[in-house]
Structure formats: structure tokens, C-alpha cells
């Protein structure tokens, strides 16, 4: 009598009112939204700096086939994103860390972004890309960010506390050039990499999931509409107690204690339009 | 060079920053807060009614060990909390849907409240319940209740719209009798039954995690202070289409079609201190 | 040993601390902002229709020299706003209800659009508005518009009530000739015109203030970018309690009660950059 | 065929859409709400401090009857309220900053609390209390405080800058005389003392209103329920730049500049229920 879980459909808890609605799957069914036109509008502020190649390397869990690739650059960016289908027209912000790492697996390779961790303010994209994809998505408050003529301030917060400021000066419009190869969160290489953990209940400290997963990169037509800037930037994230943010403190502290040996690119983009890429070719490496 | 993840440690993703805060782990180790006082404020309002067993039973997945319990009766409940160790000391809000259910496996047997969603306004602590407990947690706005002299109303929605209402009238303290056996989200029985289930990144429509857990009814002391009131209660879910609430439609239409027989219990309740249970107990049903 | 207001300089409450910054003064002075090039961001979503004059004379107030202008046609717009300077950056929304009127003074005569209500989504912006201008804004909630291919979708509330809904559907661009001529807020003939009332404390139901202002055309140059789109347009207010808006249910219920005849133009407009007007030529009419 | 505006019934802009309904008149009319029985539940942290009487008397307007009182003593308060009758049993919060004057009028003569300035997360509040009060409000988020078991935490931020911090520790219930004598934001002597001031539209730098009211000291009954908690408290303003908060940087950093000397009193105090007093006794002192 009661119901059940059919198989190839997706599900995410709650299970008991059919097959979940998220990004990859609307109320029409898998894969609803992928190759679809949008009216989307999204900006992305970027800036990378070298850092130091140890402490990078801290950040990798041992044993899982990763290890840090070639240089140590951190590329930091902010996602503002508008008219998300799966969302039926809305939009939400992230914030992620990336660093290049390469993959050996038994059977995989692959060379990539590491995304160490992506905070971002809806906790419906959250918990979808934590459960289906492995994403290290946590809750940051990512208000619209300040626009001056030369000059874009982004910040990041956690119930008020603000633990992120990022400014990119001086901003130039790109080369055609340049615009071209800027790209978004999904960075370079064969695509986004994760370490994807979920714990067991009740046995405290065992996983019950621990494997790396790989979103390889959009192959996907381009937006409707680029433009960008480039200009100085700068990064800064500020230290927090345990009260001021008691889930997230040691993450923040982290970035905190991470050298900038020297700044590299820094650069605006905002896209219009274009299809949507719904990222289920996100698959585990083995 | 990279970090090694310790067992017994507990972790959720990112897992590069060292061992995960939340309600069962603090700066200073596992069950930091267990047993701790608190100067906690908490209000609960709940309204039960009877419905149809057939629309409950279509709600429990089949094949687990569960079925329905005695008497089909939902309990729907609003708590309000502040004063929350784990959190520093801030607060968050929570709507649960519950019917008994008894579990009957191939090692143990319970009964207790089947916690088939719960809403949160606080990502954080749906994360740690989905993961680490199988807590069917998502996400809603949950402001706090309007207070008049003889009424409660509680409302929550999702990105602004209101997809429920609950209003208790003519309220009345409750007896010390009443006052003893009035509890809150724990529920009665053996305590509170969830399904978990994770996906498995790229085999979309595969289960990686699938099992029922038990969260034990509190045995640990009372509250510092405990009032209440009962008095007429009525809930009421708003149909929401896909295009109001592209993530929950389906559950928030699920409980609009869910036949009021007759109404039970309303009562709202407050307490204040008491000692913390960090729901740590909670484990797998086999 | 007090401090004494300055003559000629801005002030609000609290006067305490020196002159106040706002959209008509800055940290340097008066019109710090006037004419200044900015990166602002602005879209405009507009409903217009024709209504029933006796329901818009309902609407103006008697015996201060306002009267209905030539059609009794409503235009309801949604502007959405990043960018600006005088907030160092950041945005804010609003709503606004403006019909034609025409003021016959002792002294002026002005033809222009009557804004009757502005909701705003920022106190800053309300309480300039109000005090300095005479503007009738409020409080509303404006969420960021939900953009679909053929469709755009605005709402407002208030702590959660969802009191409007506009949708302007079949978007097709607009030719160079509709672009040119299609605005934001500030209306067509001579401006925008305002009856500005404030209080008299401990005195209940006399005004302190009381008169007709304007806000004229502006005539500074363009935005630097617009492009724009046609519609169908739709607009609904919902009825709402003294429970659901205890201020603002009775402007709500007004628009529910306005009767719409024939809807006529709908469109969404999308600005960049460009100068700043700061409305400091705002003045009494008489 | 306009509206006439009648006399002795309250308005406030909008007033096209009937008499506005707030804290001192509902949709039954004036006074409704007044000396009515509430369910409210009110919490209050102070924390006072002896400081340099020249810094508090730069802060009164010459020319208008103020002068310093006895003793420069700062009180600091947040008020967290409940079940409020006018917001149909709502809440909202307020900071506020308080000294001692003495007004000398040609008429009238009173002592009481000088409201330099009412941060309120409730632009509705806002918006009455300025404009019929003279009360100095502007906007600030407000979350609830922080509550330990010996220890409360509160915090005011704006648009994200949090500009002040205030904590109480080593909080020991109050005895029954102290608990008598402590109050909320209404303070001691005759009442709470503003300055109102209103800006002529268009005559820039010129006021359209300026006096001093006084909200005279509540008289009514006495809450339901009292009880308070003393402890060491410390105040803490964060300097901020026109960037941080463009309308409201000159303020807060005046409170950073002020001395603290020496802390006094410090406490929490809870009330409930009671009856309203919806301030309406508020008038201008001549």
C-alpha cells in the first residue's frame, strides 16, 4: 500500500511525494531544462593570486588518487545568477575556491578545479549539489554586489557576520581576446572536481560516502551576450571565533591563513542568455 | 602531504578544513553540548487531526519495514527556538508533519512519529539533519508567529509565498496534567522514524544511501520552565504550482489534499533552560 | 556649547550628528552626485490601463489644486535598481502607481504623473523620499523579477504577504522608435507630482505640512545602454486583511477595487550607466 | 469629487486611500489599540556608562530649551518585542542611545531621557514614529541577541556592516527591588525627549518642522510578568566609512568617539502580557 522508489528516477528527501524537482529534473521529467533557451543574466567577479603549494596541498584528502597540479593559483569568484529555469525564473549567488588539481584514479585521469568549498544563498541549490553532485556547498548571505564606475566590492556574510570582501579597481573592458578565454566557475581543464563525503548515521566519524566526482567542462553553445573588465584586484577574508560563526569558522580561518604571494587576473563578466547546462554529466572517477 | 580524514572524527563536505562543528560537535570535540545547560526559549504550536489511512499509507515507502500505526493522526507543529549552544546562542524555527508509524525489521522494532518533512529556516542545520541524521529537512521562511491575547498564527512560506497557516483560538492554559504530558517535536512512542536516502552522483535515479532511522525520545531532564495553552486549532496548506514553489509544489499540494476528519489537539507551549540533547542517540533500524 | 543647524545645508533626523547624506548630499556636500557618471543597472517592467475616472478622482485629494488629467489610464511599474552612488554602489526596488493629473495652483499650472503610492524595499530611500520630496512611499518586499524566454513575472509583499503580482508575457523587442520613447517612473509631461503631508505631534488629524510638490521631467542626457521588450501585460493586487497588512490593506484594497477596462501597453526596459539625477529639483508647487 | 482629508482623523502620505491605521489608530479608529490587554512578550538589554559631558553636549541642537542633566550617563538599549496589537501581533526591534536633559521652554519644564537616536528593523515603525512622534528612527538590522547561560550577545548591523556589539555577562537574577525599579526604553524623569525636524521641499537646508516633544512616562499598569538579570556589560561601536553605510557612517562613529569613563548598570529584563500604551500622550513642549 505504501509506495514505491522507482528506479531511475530522481529522489531527494523527502522521498514520500514522488521524485524530486531540482536542476536536473523538472515536473516534466529528467533533463527537462538541459539545452533550453533562457533570458538568464549572470555576472561573475574573479580574482587569483600564487599562493604557497603546501598549504594547498593540506586542503587534499589523502588516499582519494588527488594531487595538487601545476601551479598554485587560487581563483576566487562570485556568481550573481538571474532567470534559472529549474527555478522557474529566480536566481541565487555563490562563492567558491578553486585550485588546479589532477586526478589519478585505477581507471580515471583527469586534470581539473578543485572546488574546495562553494558558499552560496539558496539552501535548495545547496542541497541538491551536495547530495546529487558532491559540491562542498555551504550557506553565505551574498548580497547584490556594490557597483562604482571603476570599481565592483563584493562581500560574503553568515547571519551577519561579514567574513569576505573582494575588490576588483580599475576596471578596462577585455580584449575580444580575452573575453573569449574568461570564463565562469566551471574553470579549465577537463572541469570541476569535488571530493564528495556523506556520513553514517549513528556511527559517528564513518562515511557512508567518500569518492571524487568530476563536472566536466560546459561543451555547451555560448551565452547570448559577453562583456567584460579586467582590473586589480584584491581579496580578503576575516577572521572568525567560533561565535561568530560556529559552523564555519575553521573554513574562513583557513583562507585567512592562506599566503598571497602575488595577485593575478581580476575580472568582471556578465552574460546574457544562451542554454542551459544542467551539469548531469557530473559522474564519479574511479 | 595531504590531510588524512580521522575516524571517529566527524566530517561533513568541505571536509579539507578539518572535522566538521554543528550540533553534535563543537571546537572542543564530540557531545560538547550534550547535557549542558542553556538559557534556551522555545515555543511549540501543534494542531493534530484525524485523517484517511489510505492517503497516510501512501506516504511511507514500501519494502523498508514500515507501516502505518495505530490511529492516523497527523501532527503538525511549529517550534520556535533561541538560546541554541551549538549555534552560539542564535536561534532557528522548524514546521514538522508527523503520523505513527511502527517499524518492523529484521533486527529491531519500533514505534514512533514518522517525520515525513521538516521545514527549516536555517541551512545549516538542514544540512547536518539531512546528512548526519536522515532528518527530511528543506527549506522554508519561518517567521514568528503572530501573538494576540487568545490566538496564535504561524505561517510559512518559500521565497514569499505562504504555502501554510496554522491559527489556534481561544486559548487556555493548560492543566499541570496536561501540562506534563505535552511535549514537543519528539513525538510519542519510541520516538522519531525517518527515511534517509542519498543519490548516487551519475547513476541518477540509484539510491547510495537508503535505510530507516530512529531518533530516541528524550529521557533526559526538563525543561527549567514549562507553560502552556490549548485551545481550537486548524492548519491549512495553499496549492502551490510549479512556478510558486518549483522545489516543494509537490509536497505542500500532497498535504493540501490530505483530508481533515476531525480535529485533535492544539496547543501551543513554551519552555525555557533545560539541559541539551544532541539527538546523538539517533541511529539506523535494521 | 550645542551645535546649531547650519542654514543651507541637508539635515534629517537625527540632526544630531551633522548634516544628513542622502541622494541629494554626500559625504562632500550638496549635489555631490548630480550628473555624475555611474554603472547602474536598471530595469523597468510596466503594466498600463485604462480605468474608471470617478475611481481615480476618488484618489486625489480636494481643494489643493489637482485635478484628473486627459485619459484615466494607470501605469503600474516595477523598477529594479544597481548602481547608485549616493548608497556607494549598492540598489534598491520599487513599486510605483501613477495616473495624469493636472495642478492648477494660484501660481502654477503643471500637467504630469500623479504617483500615489511608491512601495520601496529600502528605509533609507522611504524616509528621504518622504521628507525631502514629498514622494508617498512604503515599505514592500520586491524580490528580483522571475525572467523566463517570453515572459517576465514581478511581485511584491509585505512581511510575507504577497499583495501584487504583474506578468508581461509574448516579450518581443521594441523597435528603435518604442525604445526611445518608453521611460521609467518619471512619467511623461512635466514630471512626477506628489501631495506631501506630514503630522502634527499631539495635535491627531492636523498637518504640520501639507501641499502638492513636483519632480520634474529629466533632462539630463541618456543612459549610456537600453535595449527593451513588448508585452501582454497583467496586473493583480490581492485582497488583503487588516491581519495580513495592518498599514498598508486599505492601498491595497483600493487597487483590487480599480476597476481595468482595457489593459494598454506592457513592456520591460533595461538601462545602463548614464548620469545621475538627484531629483534635488523637486519643489512646491503653488 | 476628491477626498477630503477630516479633520481629527490621522493620516499619513499615502493619504489618498482613507486615514492611516498604525500604533495609535486601527481600523476601528483612535486609541484602539490603547490600554488594551496584549499577549506581548518584550525583552530589554542595557548597559549604561558615565562619559564626557562636553561629547554629550555637542550632541543637543542649540536655541531650542535643551540642556544636558545631571549626570552624563549613556544608556544603551535593544529592545526585542512581541505580539505587538498594532502590527497584528507582530514584532520588531530597536536600539536606541539616551542621555539626561533638561528642557527649558517659555511654557513648559521637563527633565527626562534624550533620544539622540532609534535604530528599528521596521520600516512601517519607522516611518510613524518620525513623522507623528519626532522620534529620531532610522533603519538597522536587528537579530535576536545571542543567548548563553550566562551571557547575552546583542548586535545592529546595516545592509550587512555590523556597527555594534553589546554583551552582558555574569548574569545573576536582579533582586525584587531592582527588578522594580528597572525599566525599558521609556527612562526616568518625565518621559523621552526628541527633537523633530522636518526639511522644506525644494528650499533646501531650510526646516519645515522644528521642536522638542516629549512621550511622557508610561503610567498604566504594570506588565503580567517581570523578571531581569544583571550582569558586566560592554558596548562596542565599529567605526565605519561613507562606503559601509552611506547614510548613517557619521552617526555611529560619533558613538565610537564617545568616552566611556566608567560602565554602570547593566541588565536583562523579559516582560509579558500587559496593557498597550500606544504613545499617543507624545506632544510638543513650547
Given at each position: ?137 555551504i550557506?553565505a ?16 556574510g553568515w547571519l551577519g557576520f561579514?567574513f ?74 576575516h577572521r572568525a571565533t567560533w561565535e561568530d560563526m560556529p559552523t564555519e569558522y575553521m573554513i574562513v580561518n ?33
Amino acid at each position: 500500500m505504501g509506495y514505491t522508489l522507482k528506479r531511475g528516477l530522481m529522489y531527494r528527501m523527502p522521498t514520500h511525494f514522488g521524485p524530486a524537482c531540482g536542476p536536473r529534473r523538472g515536473p516534466e521529467g529528467r533533463n527537462q531544462f538541459l539545452g533550453k533557451d533562457t533570458r538568464s543574466e549572470n555576472r561573475v567577479v574573479a580574482v587569483s593570486f600564487l599562493t604557497n603549494p603546501d598549504q594547498l596541498e593540506a586542503m587534499i584528502p589523502e588516499g582519494v588518487g588527488l594531487e595538487l597540479g601545476k601551479e598554485p593559483v587560487v581563483t576566487v569568484s562570485v556568481t550573481y545568477m538571474k532567470g534559472i529555469l529549474w527555478l522557474a525564473g529566480r536566481g541565487y549567488n555563490m562563492l567558491g575556491v578553486t585550485f588546479p588539481v589532477i586526478f589519478k584514479g585505477k581507471k580515471d585521469r583527469a586534470e581539473g578545479s578543485f572546488l574546495t568549498v562553494l558558499w552560496e544563498n539558496l539552501t535548495d541549490a545547496i542541497v541538491t549539489g551536495r547530495e546529487e553532485l558532491g559540491f562542498s556547498k555551504i550557506y553565505a548571505e551574498l548580497p547584490e554586489p556594490e557597483l562604482f564606475p571603476d570599481k565592483v566590492h563584493c562581500t560574503a556574510g553568515w547571519l551577519g557576520f561579514t567574513f569576505f570582501d573582494m575588490v576588483v579597481e580599475g576596471l578596462k573592458p577585455l580584449s575580444s581576446q580575452e573575453l573569449k578565454s574568461a570564463t565562469g566557475l566551471r574553470g579549465s581543464g577537463d572541469g570541476l572536481i569535488h571530493y564528495k563525503y556523506m556520513p553514517r548515521t549513528g556511527v559517528w566519524g564513518t562515511p557512508e560516502v567518500s569518492c571524487v566526482t568530476l563536472t566536466p567542462m560546459r561543451v555547451g553553445g555560448p551565452p547570448a551576450k559577453k562583456e567584460g573588465w579586467k582590473g586589480q584586484g584584491k581579496i580578503a577574508f576575516h577572521r572568525a571565533t567560533w561565535e561568530d560563526m560556529p559552523t564555519e569558522y575553521m573554513i574562513v580561518n583557513a583562507f585567512c591563513d592562506l599566503e598571497i604571494k602575488e595577485y593575478r587576473d581580476a575580472y568582471m563578466l556578465r552574460t546574457e542568455g544562451g542554454t542551459v547546462d544542467d551539469l548531469s554529466d557530473t559522474h564519479i572517477l574511479q
